[in-house]
C-alpha cells in the first residue's frame, strides 16, 4: 500500500510538473516568427496537450488551422476536411489553456464578431488580462479560412494567406475557441481577438474572419499567467528579424 | 522509510509545482505597467524567491533597486545604503530566473557598458532568447542610480527618474546582475541590456548607468521560457493604459 502511494506521489511529482497550473496561456514560438515562415515543428501534440485542453494555433509546414477543445487537437486542413490529430503531430506556433470558465452568458441573437468581441469586453473589462473565449451556438452563417502545407525554403505567412481558401457555411452548429490577447503582446501573439472554429460534428471549421450568431451561449476564463516557450535549438528561430514591427503583415493575415 | 520516503515526494511535489523550471525567466507585471506608475507590490518576496535566486526588479510604491542573488534579495535605497530585505517586502516589478550559467568566459579588461554587451552577443548571438547575466569583477568605474519611495497617487516613473539619486563609485568588487531580452518584449520587459549592481561587501549597488571594468568574469544562461504574472485583482494595473508605444518614455527612464 505505501509502496503504492509512494508511485503514486512520484507518478504526481514528474506529472504535476510537467504541466501549467490553471489560470494560464501557454504558447509555443512568437507570431512574428510565424509571421516570417518559421513554421518547422517545435512542440509534439502530445506536450502541446500537457499545457492545456483548449486552444488555438497552426501545424509543422502551416499545414492548416488548429482547434484544441475537450482535450482532442482538430486539424481544418486546406481542403476544408477536418481530422482529429495523432499526437506525434508537431506544432510551430500554438496557444492553450485548461479552460476552467469563470463566467457564462447569453449571447445576443444575431451578433456578428464585432458584436460578440463588445459583449465579451463588456463582460471581462480588464483588457490588460488574457482571456479564453468559448461560443457555443447556432450560427447563421459562419466565414473561415485555412492554410495549405508548405515547401522549403518557407514563404511569409502574408503570401500563403493571399492564396487562402475560404469556406462559407449556414446553419451551422459549433463551437468558437480562441482567445483575447493584450494589446502588450504585440510581437508575441495577436492583440485582441483571435477565434478559430470548428462545428459540431468535428467535420469544418477554420479561422474564423466572420460569422452571424443566431444563438448560442459564451464562457470566459481569464487568464493571469502567460508562459511563453521559444524554440531554443531551431535554427530557423534564431536567424527570424523579431526586432521589426510587423503590425501591418499581422493585420494583413488575420483577414 | 517507507513513510519517510513517501512524505519526501510529496513536499517535492507541493514545492516543486510552485516553482519555476529551468531555463525560465519569470517576470511580475510588465515594464509599461511601472512606467505609468503601477508601483503596488503584487508579490511578497517569498514568493519571488520560489521562482528564481537570480535576477532584478524594484519595491512597492518604488522604494529603490533590486537585485536578486544568490538567494537573497538586496534593496539599494535611494540614500545610496543597501539592505537584505524581508521576504514580507513586496513588489510591482521584478525579473527572476534560477542562474545556471551555459557559458563562463574572461572579460576584456577595461570595457565599457557597449564593450561588454558586444562581447555578450557574441558568445550568446541567438538574440530571440531571453539571457541571464552576471559579471563579477574589479570596476574602475561604476555609475548606478535609484530611486526614492513614492506616495499615492504615484507620479509615472518619468517623473521619478528625472529627480534620480545617482552614485559613483571608484575601483569597486561586485556583481553586475541582469538580464538581455528580445526585442520582442517591448512594451512587457526592458528590449536589450538591463544590468543592476552590488558591491562585493554589499553595501552599495543601483541600476547600472554606465562602467568600466578593470578585470572580471562573465556568465550567461540562455532562457527560452518567459512566465508573465499578471496582477490579476490590482485595479492600477486593471486601469493602466498599455495600449500605447512607451518605448521613448522607456529609454528616458532607463538612462
Known sequence: MKNLLLAAALALLAAGCATTPDNTVFQMST?????????????????????GNFGIGTFEALDGEMVVLDGRIYQVKADGSVVEVNHDASTPFASVCFFNPDIRFDLTPASDFAAIEEQVNRIA?????????????????MHTRSVPRQQKPYPPLKQVTARQPEFFMEDIEGDVVGFRCPEFVKGV?????????????????????GFELAEGRGEVDL????????????ESFAAADLSRDRSEELHAVEK
Chains 1, 2 share one sequence.
Not at 501573439?189 to 474572419?209: M, Y
Open 223 to 234: 487568464l493571469s499567467r502567460f508562459h511563453l516557450q521559444l524554440p531554443q535549438d531551431a
Open 189 to 209: 501573439n495577436v492583440p485582441g481577438f483571435h477565434l478559430h472554429f470548428i462545428s459540431r460534428d468535428r467535420t469544418q471549421g477554420g479561422h474564423i474572419l
Open 31 to 51: 507570431i512574428d516568427a510565424l509571421l516570417v515562415g518559421v513554421y518547422d515543428g517545435h512542440l509534439s501534440g502530445r506536450d502541446l496537450l500537457r499545457q
Open 125 to 141: 473589462p480588464n483588457q490588460n488580462l488574457f482571456c479564453a473565449v468559448r461560443i457555443s451556438g447556432k450560427f447563421k452563417s
